[in-house]
Every structure is written in structure tokens, then in C-alpha cells.
């Protein structure tokens, strides 16, 4: 296609909590300043900033991109922000990776930041302005209604039990014990899941990830200078992103066919036929437990409702054949946002380095897969990642 | 990368660090009303729920009959060819019984929130709206509702016109 090859070349980020003292420009300007670090490089080797933020209401900020530009990096920069719901936090690297693969810039920053905690009482007002004014918001939904009616349609389509999803709970927030950056890591029990308070139903408060403050950040550099950077650069292989229609009430939710094309994207792209044997290590977009599931089904790496079985037999776990959220996900990790998202590239980065400490998965994976999700159920946002 | 050695920025405030005045914050409240206007489709979809029935539009290309309105068809990026009045029955396609409010604040009995597919739209063309008049256990998927309309002066042109769908046998 003549375009470059890319890598990840360096990686950075703050602790995820429910509310941190510091403000989103200090958050990224820690994240920023540890990617940096880990690669021996200044920000004037920087050649332009990729920022990713949700949207402007959970800061009551306008223009958070240009808000969050100081603390990024991106003084007297080429510096563009995008969103594109919770996608944003795979698709800015993305953005970062046509940056350079095109040959306009060397050494890219990718930065995500995302603090809910200034919206009060509960991050979840700012997301009512989702559903169509005109049609629905006089229903008074809130935002746990979409995820609760697509778990229920998916688990119906499948006849899937709440036990066979909680699983994924129980594995994620386990895997976090192993992460210092995150907030909601614990040992608990099917049980425990089966037993918290019911949301809204099938939707109960351990399905669900947090609200958080944090953010992360890497460097992307083109293959000239990642080379040149570092003796283990984890090269972008593939990416793929899809958007689904906005009128969701006229698709069947049981089955993400957007993410799914937005795999197949990233898997051309990667020259992966058999995506099952070829990916390693998978950080599919985990916010609520059955979207891990539903995802790697839109992902190709499970059949349609099948996902759940590969949890039951500990395929999943980290230890597995096909580790899935090795870093505790959302679920362990917390859900800032778009910084969640770009955790899971991260991830991957340290993982196909050989890099994850503790979180380390055995057998030296050459590829893994990190995938984001969002809006109206109808953004996918896909990297393939290999050493 | 060294995980142990790592110190990573981040400082957590707990509910403690306010209650003491520990921590200051600055507190903005946004007041601004927007009005949305309804555009061409959605404002003949009002007008069909003023006078007590469910409006959609054709596509001649795809065939497709949609729910709610849109005065182009996004599949095929043309025109639609006109409204279509459907039927106030349907079948659910899924449901929650949600005991939270947007700010988290809990309530004793369920709102049921579900995605009706409306009859004589195609298949798996449906509208969010409310269930009512039903025990909360006995909602299924698949189970056929029928609108509950508010009485006719007092309905403003607006999706609150019908007030929830009902079980029908």
C-alpha cells in the first residue's frame, strides 16, 4: 500500500482511582513524561501529539483537547484530538499510526486522558445526551439501560446464564492483583457477582467497571527511528475501525457485526487468515463482563455465543491458550475512558516484550490484539500488534 | 520496564479528604436550556403520535419499512419514499428492569425500558420505549405489547403520548 511500518516504541500511565487529586493536564503530563522516559527520548524529538478524551461534558470543559494540549506535549505542535465514543481510546493510536505511516511525521505521541470524577452527582449524566433528544431522552434513560438491554438480548439469543458471564468478572479483577495502577482489583467469586446489588437487570454492580481518573500515553515512532530507538520495537500490524448505524433500535444486538468488520479490517491489513491461531494475547474492550465475551465473538476469536465456554474451560485466563484481558481489563483496571482503552494497547506492549512483570503471559507471544468499543453499541475500533 | 522499581503518578482522594476540608474544589453549574427542533421526519412522527399512531417511511430501493422516520435512507443515500402508518402492537426484542436512576439513586420498583420491534415496519425494526401494567418477572423476550396511549387532549406531540406498552395475548 506504500505506507510505513510503525511501532510502539515506548509506553507511560498513571494509576487508574475512582478520584485523583491531580487535574487531567498533570495526569497527562505524568503519563506523557513516563512514555518518554521509558524510551530515552524529549519531547522535542516529538514530532506531533495524537490526544483521545471523552467527551466535553464529563470535565465541563470545552475544547478539552486544546484544554489538555500543555500536559500532552503538544506546545507549538501539529496536535489534533478524536473521539469517537469509548472507541477513542484504540483509535487514537490509530490516528497516531496514519500520522507516520504516511510519511508526514517520525516520532508521534498517542495520549489518553479521561477524568469523570469532576462530574457530579454521577458521571452517568453526562452520558443521557446520547439517546436521541427527540425520541428518547423524554423516556428518562440512563445509561446502564443499552448495555442491560444488549446483555439481555444477547444472552437470550444464546441462552447464556448470568453465571456463565460472571466468570469474566472473576478472572479480570484477579488479573489486576497484578497491576499497580489499578483501582478495583479483588479476589471474588461467581457467587459474589450472582449476589451483588441488581442495576438494572441483567446488570448488576459486579458486571460492571468503575468510573476513573487516569490516563496513558506512548510513543510511536516510524521504522527509521524506531530501530534506532529501541531493540524491541512492537510493530502496528493491522488496524481496523467500523461505525454502525445510530438508529440501534433497528438492529439486533445480540451480535457487534461492526466490530467484527472492523477486525477483518485489521486482520487484512496484518495478513492474519486464521485470527484463532495467529493471535496470541487478546485486551478486547471489557466495561461491562459479557462485552469481553461479545467481543471476542464480533472478533472472530469465538464462535457466536461460544465466548462464555472458552471462559468456563480457563482458555481465557491468563495461563491459557488465548489469554484475554491479562491486564485485569477495565473490569480490575478501572474505565477512564479513553485511557482504558489505550491501557489495553499498552498492554500488549509490554506484553510481547516481555515486559508485564507480574501480568507476564508464559510462552514469549508474538501478536496480540487490543479492541475498543462505544456509543449508541455501534464503534469498533481495532490494532493488531506483533513483535 | 521494571514493575517493582516503577512509581507511578496518581493520588487518590477518598470521601474522608472532603468531609475534613481537606481538599478544595470549585463548584460550576451549567444553566442552559437547549430546544431541539424536530426536523422534517421526526416532526410528521410527532404529529402521528398527537393523533395516536406510529409513523414510519419507506425505502422503494431496499424495501425497507423504518422505524423511527428519517427522511433519507442510510443505506441507500437517497430519499425516502414517503410515511407509512403502522401498527401501535409489537413484539419485544429485549428488556432490563433497571432499579437505578441516572445519578444512581435506587427505586423500589423497576423501570422496564425494551426495544419493541413495531409491527408493519420489517423485521427487528423497532423504537425504545417503557413496558407497563405487567409484573416485572413475567417480562419475556419474544412476549407481544400493544401501546398505551394517553387520552387524546392530553397528548402534546411527543413519544411520552404513549405512556408504556402493555402485554397482549
Given at each position: 500500500m506504500g505506507l510505513g511500518k510503525v511501532a510502539v516504541v515506548g509506553a507511560g500511565m498513571t494509576k487508574f482511582v475512582r478520584r485523583s487529586l491531580e487535574t487531567p493536564k498533570e495526569l497527562s503530563w505524568a503519563a506523557v513524561k513516563m512514555a518518554l522516559d521509558s524510551c530515552n527520548l524529549t519531547i522535542d524529538d516529538i514530532d506531533a501529539v495524537c490526544i483521545g478524551s471523552a467527551p466535553d461534558a464529563f470535565d465541563g470543559v470545552h475544547m478539552k483537547g486544546e484544554y489538555l494540549l500543555d500536559g500532552s506535549g503538544g506546545w507549538r505542535k501539529p496536535v489534533m484530538r478524536s473521539y469517537v465514543g469509548g472507541g477513542t481510546g484504540v483509535f487514537t493510536p490509530i490516528q497516531g499510526w496514519y500520522h507516520i505511516a504516511s510519511g508526514m511525521f517520525n516520532n508521534v505521541l498517542v495520549v489518553c486522558e479521561e477524568k469523570m470524577s469532576s462530574c457530579q452527582p454521577h458521571p452517568q449524566g453526562a452520558f443521557i445526551t446520547i439517546f436521541d433528544h427527540t425520541t428518547e431522552r423524554p423516556l428518562g434513560p440512563n445509561l446502564l439501560w443499552i448495555f442491560a438491554l444488549e446483555m439481555n438480548r444477547y444472552m437470550t439469543v444464546h441462552g447464556l446464564n448470568k453465571k456463565d458471564i460472571a466468570l469474566v468478572s472473576v478472572k479480570n479483577k484477579k488479573n489486576a492483583l497484578d497491576h499497580p495502577c489499578a483501582q478495583i482489583a479483588e479476589n471474588i467469586t461467581v457467587q459474589d457477582v450472582l449476589n451483588s446489588e441488581v442495576l438494572a437487570w441483567p446488570v448488576q454492580r459486579l458486571d460492571v467497571s468503575p468510573p476513573s481518573d487516569g490516563a496513558v500515553a506512548l510513543v510511536l515512532s516510524s521504522e527509521h527511528y524506531a530501530k534506532r530507538i529501541t531493540d524491541k520495537p512492537v510493530w502496528i500490524e493491522g488496524v481496523g475501525w467500523c461505525l454502525d448505524s445510530a438508529y440501534w433500535t433497528d438492529r439486533d444486538l445480540y451480535y457487534p457485526k461492526y466490530v467484527e468488520y472492523a477486525a477483518r479490517m485489521a486482520y487484512k491489513m496484518a495478513g492474519i487468515r486464521e485470527p484463532r491461531k495467529e493471535i496470541n494475547i487478546v485486551e478486547p474492550y471489557d466495561p461491562f463482563d459479557y462485552k469481553e465475551l461479545h467481543h471476542l465473538e464480533g472478533l472472530l476469536l469465538a464462535d457466536k455465543g461460544e465466548a462464555p465456554k472458552l471462559t468456563a474451560l480457563g482458555v481465557t485466563q491468563r495461563n491459557g491458550n488465548m489469554p484475554v484481558c491479562p491486564s485485569g481489563g477495565l473490569l480490575g483496571v478501572g474505565n477512564p475512558i479513553a485511557a482504558a482503552g489505550l491501557m489495553k494497547i499498552a498492554e500488549i506492549f509490554w506484553q510481547l516484550r516481555g515486559e508485564a512483570g507480574k501480568r507476564q503471559v508464559p510462552g514469549k507471544p508474538r501478536r496480540g490484539l487490543a479492541q475498543a468499543w462505544g456509543d449508541l453499541m455501534q464503534v469498533g475500533t481495532v490494532v493488531v500488534m506483533g513483535i | 520496564m521494571d514493575w517493582e522499581k516503577q512509581k507511578f503518578f496518581g493520588t487518590s482522594l477518598e470521601t474522608e479528604d472532603f468531609k475534613k476540608g481537606r481538599i478544595l474544589t470549585v463548584q460550576w453549574k451549567p444553566a442552559l436550556d437547549y430546544f431541539y427542533d424536530t426536523g422534517i421526519a421526526i416532526g410528521r412522527y410527532l404529529e402521528g403520535l398527537r393523533e395516536g399512531k406510529l409513523t414510519g417511511v419507506k425505502c422503494r430501493k431496499c424495501r425497507r419499512i423504518m422505524?423511527?422516520?428519517?427522511?433519507?435512507?442510510?443505506?441507500?443515500f437517497r430519499p425516502v419514499d414517503g410515511f407509512v402508518d403502522l401498527k401501535d402492537t409489537g413484539v419485544v426484542q429485549t428488556f432490563s428492569l433497571c432499579y437505578i436512576t441516572w445519578d444512581m439513586k435506587r427505586s423500589k420498583d423497576p423501570e422496564i425500558p425494551a426495544v419493541i420491534a413495531i409491527d408493519g415496519a420489517s423485521p427487528k425494526m423497532g423504537i425504545m420505549h417503557l413496558l407497563g401494567e405487567v409484573n416485572p418477572e413475567q417480562v419475556k423476550i419474544e412476549m407481544r405489547v400493544k401501546a398505551v396511549w394517553k387520552k387524546p387532549e392530553e397528548r402534546i406531540g411527543s413519544i411520552t403520548d404513549i405512556k408504556y406498552f402493555k402485554p397482549v395475548k
Open positions: - | 422505524v423511527p422516520p428519517r427522511s433519507f435512507c442510510e443505506w441507500c
